[in-house]
């Protein structure tokens, strides 16, 4: 099972909107809708972020919003914030074999 | 509040082995699935193994398999994973997580394992 593509840096302004891909294949990423991603900042454990695609967990932001289309999901976080500067996680389940993959992970960085 | 406090990592030799506890509070342990991931030095996730709420179901990532065995006891409300046969590249940040809606929800802040002689 390989790890879920993910552009290793994405950047944006203060206020902007950024999104972040995250793509599998029809064995994972396209075949459940068990998509969640994460944001882990330095030296510190991950955080659930989006669950189920689109799905925010209790006490995060609606700044962030999941999708997917096909093979891809993506991430977006609108009004950017410097507190968003953080490493992004994608990950889905993949079936009873090897249940979960991670994407590569893409550094967010806030100019 | 949930709470999820892992211990038991360290330093080992290759081809040693570690046993890795995360105990659990907060929440209704017995009824959820728990995932261990780990987090190499300045690397990404990878997800490493799960177990369901009774402990019959149990999946690893194919590179751990047969070297990794990761179980559960209820009544002590923890989660641990038998690291046997290490290698370098075992090398990481291992983190227990709670599972919910195919997520991990909660996870603890993780202990360092290092294969090296």
């Known amino acids: 099972q390989s790890a879920l593509t993910q552009p290793a840096s994405v950047s944006g302004s203060p206020g902007q909107s950024i999104t972040i891909s995250c793509t599998g294949t029809?064995?994972?990423?396209?075949?459940?809708?068990?998509v969640s991603w994460y944001q882990q900042h330095p030296v510190k454990a991950p955080k659930l972020m989006i669950y189920?695609?689109?799905n925010r967990p209790s006490g995060v932001s609606n700044r962030f919003s999941g999708s997917k289309s096909g093979n891809t999901a993506s991430l977006t976080i609108s009004g950017l914030q410097a507190e968003d500067e953080a490493d992004y996680y994608c990950?889905?389940?993949?079936?009873?074999?090897?249940?979960?993959?991670f994407g590569t992970g893409t550094k967010v960085t806030v100019l | 509040e949930v709470q999820l406090v892992e211990s038991g990592g360290g330093l080992v030799q290759p081809g040693g082995s570690l046993r890795l506890s995360c105990a659990a509070s907060?929440?209704?342990?017995?009824?959820?699935?728990m995932n261990w991931v780990r987090q190499a030095p300045g690397k990404g996730l990878e997800w490493v193994a799960n177990?369901?709420?009774?402990?019959?179901?149990?999946h690893y990532v194919d590179s751990v398999k047969g070297r990794f065995t990761i179980s559960r006891d209820s009544a002590k409300n923890s989660l641990y994973l038998q690291l046997n046969s290490l290698r370098a590249e075992d090398t990481a940040v291992y983190y227990c997580?709670?599972?919910?809606?195919?997520?991990?929800?909660?996870w603890g802040q993780g202990t360092l394992v290092t294969v090296s002689s």
């Open positions: 997580a709670r599972d919910e809606f195919y997520s991990s929800i909660s």
């Open positions: 189920e695609v689109s």
């Open positions: 177990i369901n709420q009774d402990g019959s179901r149990k």
């Open positions: 990950c889905s389940y993949a079936g009873t074999s090897t249940p979960f993959v």
């Open positions: 029809s064995s994972d990423v396209g075949g459940y809708n068990h």
């Open positions: 907060g929440f209704t342990f017995s009824s959820h699935w």
